[in-house]
């Protein structure tokens, strides 16, 4: 959907929730579902990458590598499938570091790896990125915990824990799972940077391979 129609679903939504509050509720109603529709639409339920939300992380600049960003997306999608990993999916889109500023355009290119063999692992996302920078590419992926509204709306409920509350609530087969899934990952996303050093006759031993979190994977 263009991000014409978007602003103009929002500006509307704004301007019946305004004539709502001076002659009916009803108007406020619909005016809050359209801001809502046009914000979902713009960056969708995954469209949204928040620091708060990032539970581990790697991240490296490959010198003199600029245009190379599509390469390392690429490889990195081929060798997860590689691996034969069970129930990952993949799915590049344009993500924004909150709601304004992704709708203004301030948004990059990552491909979205979730694991859905399991309900409860569904919230945790590996979000792959590279981009030039200068003469040189970066490369980085976040490990994020995001629950859907209705997960969020679950663990709001007392005495049910069909869905962790948090990154760290979850049981040692789930534990095993995301570390499974992350490496798996971490892994595809190394070796497409070895095979892009090695192209340009680069030293891979100067690669850190240990993640920044929770999980530490290397």
């Not at 129609?5 to 019946?16: C, H, K, P």
């Not at 979902?40 to 992380?57: A, C, H, N, T």
């Not at 993500?95 to 948004?107: E, H, K, S």
């Not at 979730?114 to 919230?123: A, L, V």
């Given at each position: 959907?263009?991000?014409s129609?978007?602003?103009?679903?929002?500006?509307?939504?704004?301007?019946?929730?305004?004539?709502?509050?001076?002659?009916?509720?009803?108007?406020?109603?619909?005016?809050?579902?359209?801001?809502?529709?046009?914000?979902?639409?713009?960056?969708?339920?995954?469209?949204?990458?928040?620091k708060?939300?990032?539970?581990?992380?790697?991240?490296?600049?490959?010198?003199?590598?600029q245009?190379?960003?599509?390469?390392?997306?690429?490889?990195t999608?081929?060798?997860?499938?590689?691996?034969?990993a069970?129930?990952?999916?993949?799915?590049?889109?344009?993500?924004?570091p909150?709601?304004?500023?992704?709708?203004?355009?301030a948004?990059?290119?990552?491909?979205?790896?979730?694991?859905?063999?399991?309900?409860?692992?569904?919230?945790?996302?590996?979000?792959?990125?590279?981009?030039?920078?200068?003469?040189?590419?970066?490369?980085?992926?976040?490990?994020?915990?995001?629950?859907?509204?209705?997960q969020?709306?679950m663990?709001?409920?007392?005495?049910v824990?069909?869905?962790?509350?948090?990154?760290?609530?979850?049981?040692?087969?789930?534990?095993?799972?995301?570390?499974?899934?992350?490496?798996?990952?971490?892994?595809?996303?190394?070796k497409?940077?070895?095979?892009?050093?090695?192209?340009l006759?680069?030293?891979?031993?100067?690669?850190?391979?240990?993640?920044?979190?929770?999980?530490?994977?290397?």
């Amino acid at each position: 959907m263009s991000k014409s129609v978007i602003w103009a679903l929002i500006g509307l939504g704004f301007l019946f929730f305004l004539i709502g509050m001076a002659f009916s509720k009803f108007l406020i109603f619909i005016g809050l579902i359209m801001l809502a529709g046009g914000l979902f639409l713009g960056l969708g339920p995954d469209g949204i990458l928040r620091k708060d939300q990032v539970v581990d992380s790697w991240g490296m600049l490959i010198e003199k590598a600029q245009g190379k960003a599509e390469n390392v997306f690429q490889n990195t999608d081929s060798h997860i499938k590689e691996s034969k990993a069970p129930s990952i999916e993949m799915e590049r889109k344009s993500i924004g570091p909150g709601i304004v500023r992704g709708l203004m355009g301030a948004t990059r290119d990552f491909l979205v790896v979730t694991y859905i063999q399991s309900m409860r692992m569904k919230p945790y996302k590996i979000f792959l990125n590279a981009r030039d920078y200068g003469d040189n590419l970066d490369v980085s992926w976040y490990l994020t915990f995001k629950p859907s509204l209705l997960q969020a709306a679950m663990c709001l409920i007392p005495f049910v824990n069909v869905f962790p509350r948090t990154s760290m609530e979850i049981d040692l087969f789930d534990q095993q799972d995301l570390r499974a899934y992350s490496t798996v990952v971490h892994h595809s996303v190394l070796k497409s940077v070895e095979k892009l050093m090695l192209e340009l006759n680069q030293d891979t031993s100067k690669i850190d391979r240990k993640s920044r979190g929770f999980l530490g994977i290397s």
